[in-house]
């Protein structure tokens, strides 16, 4: 870096040389580019994700009748229960 710097590099150039050289994840504050709003989007994206396919397994559950008919002689043992 110093060797860049006292070629006349600007301070931008010399950002620009470790970037290419090293990634994008030497800088204490990163660029914003594609690759690192995808990073920090990713885990809010899953987590919507997660959700709304869990909203939509509840809708669709929840209509839906659980257990089985009742046969004719639980049927007529229930109306005598309610007379």
Known sequence: MRE??????SDEQVLNYIVSRY???????????????????APALLVL?????????????????????LTADEDDKLARLLE
Request: avoid cysteine; hydrophobic fraction near 35%.
């Open 23 to 41: 990634g994008e994840f030497v800088l204490l504050k990163p660029r914003f580019s594609m690759k690192t709003g995808l990073l920090w989007g």
């Open 49 to 69: 994700a997660g959700g709304l396919s869990l909203l939509v397994f509840a809708r669709r559950r929840s209509g839906k009748p659980t257990g089985s008919k």
């Open 4 to 9: 860049r710097i006292k070629d006349g590099d």
